[in-house]
């Protein structure tokens, strides 16, 4: 018999009301609809949460409230969920297509039990939600807890992880802890999955986009703490040559 994984779309905003609608469309065209839908939200100040409410989405949990930030908020999203995977789709994020999530249960199909990661590729678009790029780093055809020693090769919302496997995220890191959260989950998983298909469209407006430098200095602390720091060092030199290079 085919798998049938359930998956829980965790979505985190905060004053998202002018991209929240995107997310919740393509969650609401899937054509695999064995999933729960939760919205974490931050106390939101304006219609997000109403905006979500109207959208027809079936909740299965949908909460509102201060929290500790972002990473605080997935937390609580962890806590609620009852699927077999994880899918953190932030606000102005969407599926790539209406099949994505098909796409993926296909993959799985002639596995005998779910891998502990299912990942993908990821595809850039502004806020008009017109195709940018594809993302610069490619997602290799195997993945292990090492490969993000070369950089975050896998976007935190193409990679999907077995909810039994999955950690709480560490709240020292403010802006990378999703680099730490997906090492931590590779690190306890022997079974890593590439679908080959793009499999969100990522908004290019993120946290850690506007708080840049602050992100950089902090994915470091992680890398280091995962890989140590001598490694740490030389890899970074590396990726300021491979920059220069692609110029």
């Not at 899918?87 to 993959?107: E, H, M, P, R």
Request: aromatic share 10%; with cysteine; glycine share 6%.
């Amino acid at each position: 018999m085919a798998l049938q994984p359930k998956f829980s779309i965790i979505t985190v905003t905060y004053n998202a009301g002018d991209v929240i609608g995107h997310t919740l469309e393509s969650v609401l065209s899937q054509t695999y609809t064995n999933y729960e839908y939760l919205l974490i939200d931050g106390g939101s100040k304006d219609d997000t949460v109403e905006k979500a409410k109207a959208s027809g989405i079936g909740f299965a949990h949908i909460v509102s409230e201060r929290d500790k930030g972002i990473y605080d908020a997935m937390n609580k999203g962890i806590a609620l969920a009852t699927g077999d995977y994880l899918c953190f789709l932030n606000a102005g994020d969407a599926f790539y297509s209406s099949d994505t999530l098909q796409k993926i249960v296909d993959t799985v199909a002639g596995e005998s039990e779910l891998p502990h990661v299912l990942y993908g590729e990821t595809a850039e678009v502004n806020e008009a939600r017109e195709f940018v790029r594809m993302r610069r780093l490619k997602a290799p055809e195997k993945l292990n807890w090492r490969s993000f020693k070369d950089g975050m090769l896998v976007c935190h919302q193409a990679f999907y992880a077995r909810r039994d496997i999955a950690p709480m995220y560490d709240l020292k890191y403010r802006l990378s802890s999703d680099v730490d959260w997906c090492i931590k989950v590779m690190k306890a998983s022997t079974r890593l999955v590439k679908i080959d298909a793009v499999v969100v469209n990522y908004l290019q407006n993120g946290l850690s986009l506007k708080h840049h430098r602050a992100s950089l200095i902090e994915r470091f602390k992680v890398m280091s703490n995962h890989y140590g720091l001598l490694p740490t060092i030389g890899r970074h030199i590396w990726f300021v040559l491979r920059a220069v290079i692609k110029r």
